[in-house]
């Protein structure tokens, strides 16, 4: 008897909702609770909060605002415990963090049916969605970035993950939140160099997509250097919509492919954040990779000279720093590789995202080393002569 494959096929949909708000635990703010509402009204659901060390330093009041929110509202939210976790790299690079969350799920009893919430920055928020994706193959998440980049980028995907092998985001999960929730609140309290380095991203969408929206990013850059909260809003808004629309229309949400728009300007990003121990925010390294490209770009003709310097002009006036910090041929061979792990980490085809023009995606298959390393050294040249 002939058995014959048995083939069968279906599809899942997904669907999540990124909301904005001001103060988000304040008592008469209802938003929190209408979204755990949204998902089960008839008794309380459990919630199990993760927030970032350094968010609850600087905003002391935090815990006690969430406590005192979930026992207003008691009726439908049951806070069963708050971890409180170092933040930055650090949290995605050891797996004594992911074991924390994982214990904390355990011990409260956090089934399918309740909820993870998270409160960080994009660091912390890929590490504990990571931890939520694998307890019980999939508990619920709710992210609450707190800096730019995790409001208008990191936290708005599909995507969680953790470094290990020296290699970031080398394990992984695609799993959508079921929220995403940006308090502009949280901006306040941010350093200097995080507050610019999220608009990285910003740039790096609005170069892919959208020529009107670097426009608006040009003619604002002295304003988002100063810390002005509209436009910053803005560009965080537009962002998001952009990077969120990408997923649902781009026709590869779990990127099975080979071509990675959103990740413009990272393959060099992610090995300049490795080599420098993770002393470079990523947005800040995201705006050096993005400055490397898009030099490489204009010297294999894809740009003009005249586009090139607008685009490293406008970052320049918001504050990046488009240095290289490579001093010997040694450490420009350990960039260059970065090609490589690039390629391997989506597998398949190499294939790099440039730019043909503002807003004008173009995908390159080979890299001419000879002509990459020629734009780090005009790039670092340039730097220097500022």
């Known amino acids: 008897m002939e058995l014959k494959p048995i083939k069968q096929s279906f599809s899942v949909q997904y669907e999540y909702q990124l909301h904005f708000t001001k103060d988000l635990f304040h008592v008469d703010n209802p938003l929190f609770v209408n979204i755990i509402k949204g998902y089960k009204d008839y008794e309380p659901v459990k919630l199990f909060f993760v927030v970032d060390k350094g968010v609850a330093d600087s905003h002391p009041n935090l815990l006690n605002k969430i406590s005192v929110y979930c026992s207003l509202y008691s009726v439908n939210l049951n806070c069963t415990d708050t971890l409180v976790i170092d933040g930055g790299e650090q949290s995605k690079n050891h797996a004594e963090y992911i074991d924390f969350v994982l214990k904390g799920i355990n011990e409260n009893a956090i089934c399918r049916h309740s909820f993870v919430v998270v409160i960080g920055g994009g660091a912390v928020i890929d590490m504990v969605g990571y931890a939520a994706a694998i307890a019980h193959r999939g508990v619920k998440l709710i992210r609450i970035p707190t800096t730019v980049l995790s409001q208008n980028d990191s936290a708005v995907g599909v995507k969680n993950s953790v470094n290990i092998f ?37 740039i790096k969408v609005a170069l892919i997509k959208d020529e009107e929206f670097f426009g608006y990013i040009a003619k604002h850059a002295i304003a988002l250097k100063e810390r002005r909260l509209e436009p910053m809003q803005y560009v ?40 420098t121990n993770y002393e470079l925010r990523h947005g800040e390294a995201v705006a050096k990779g993005i400055a490397l490209d898009v030099t490489y770009a204009q010297l294999i003709g894809l740009i003009s000279e005249e586009e090139l310097r607008t685009i490293l002009d406008v970052m320049k006036k918001i504050g990046f720093d488009l240095s290289l910090p490579l001093y010997s041929e040694k450490e420009v061979d350990q960039l260059l590789a970065g090609i490589e792990e690039f390629r391997e980490h989506l597998g398949g085809r190499l294939t790099i995202t440039l730019i043909s023009g503002l807003g004008k995606k173009h995908d390159v298959n080979e890299i001419d080393r000879s002509i990459m390393k020629r734009s780090i050294e005009q790039l670092n040249h340039q730097m220097a002569l500022k």
């Open 236 to 275: 965080i808004y537009k962002c998001a919509e952009m990077h969120m629309q990408h997923i649902s229309q781009g026709g590869d949400p779990f990127e099975s492919g080979s071509s990675r728009p959103l990740d413009f300007g990272h393959w060099a990003a992610h090995k300049l954040e490795f080599m």
């Open 166 to 202: 020296k290699k970031k985001n080398f394990l992984g999960t695609f799993a959508p939140p079921y929220a995403i929730i940006n308090d502009s609140d949280f901006l306040a309290t941010l350093e200097q160099r995080d507050w610019i380095a999220g608009i990285a991203e910003a």
